[in-house]
């Protein structure tokens, strides 16, 4: 079974530039969320989705960020303009169902830099 | 406040040594309590989770919860080089799933051969 995968691995643009990080999830998992780990700090939920709808995105910093999930399938994280505090590493996990017994399988993570 | 605690460390021990690892928290709603292990530029994997009070045991790695004191512990057995890696603690209201998750900021254990 293929894991969590992440594309890029690492990305570095301007502030003020567009990244668009992509997440594919493990076939068959129909919850996909994104986490971000800012340099020191604790990973932090950003959204949820259950298929192609966002179930929860509370945690999503502000209306630069815009999650889509076309289809169900894979996912996309746009930053647009990005900003200095956005750099991090943001995950990418996804779930078979929700509750007790469904863990998260996280992706390796894109690590984004702005400079 | 944060709602979870976790001393970032670094930790390091001798190998065969028992490694303990700990996170308070402050959110009495908190009912499910997991532990993720991290290799440098990997993602977190799960490595254990409980629900509620009380102790699981998976080979070398036993989980406690203590929900009275609001502290989790992570201990590993006859540690070895290949456990180093950052440890998270992890909890939330309702499953292992992703929502409402809420991570500690993670020990980072050293064991050396």
């Known amino acids: 079974e293929a894991g969590v995968t992440q594309f890029p691995s690492h990305s570095v643009i301007e502030k003020g530039q567009t990244v668009t990080l992509r997440c594919d999830p493990i076939s068959g998992h129909d919850n996909l969320y994104w986490y971000r780990r800012v340099m020191g700090k604790e990973i932090k939920f950003l959204l949820h989705?259950?298929?192609?709808?966002?179930?929860?995105e509370s945690g999503m910093p502000n209306n630069r960020f815009l999650a889509e999930r076309t289809g169900g399938t894979y996912s996309t994280l746009k930053v647009q303009p990005a900003e200095l505090e956005d750099s991090g590493v943001y995950f990418c996990a996804s779930s078979q169902v929700l509750g007790y017994n469904s863990p998260l399988h996280f992706g390796n993570g894109t690590r984004l830099t702005v400079t | 406040q944060k709602e979870v605690e976790q001393d970032p460390g670094p930790l390091s021990v001798p190998e065969g040594a028992i490694v303990s690892l700990n996170c308070t928290y402050s959110n009495s709603a908190f009912q499910y309590f997991m532990w993720y292990r991290q290799y440098s530029r990997k993602g977190p994997e799960l490595l254990m989770y409980?629900?509620?009070?009380g102790n699981k045991e998976d080979g070398r790695f036993t989980a406690q919860v203590d929900k009275s004191s609001k502290y989790i512990s992570l201990f590993i057995r006859d540690s070895q080089p290949s456990d180093s890696a950052t440890y998270l603690c992890a909890m939330s209201p309702g499953g292992t799933g992703g929502f409402k998750t809420i991570f500690g900021a993670g020990t980072r254990l050293f064991v050396k051969a």
């Open positions: 409980t629900y509620s009070s």
């Open positions: 989705f259950v298929k192609e709808s966002k179930q929860d």
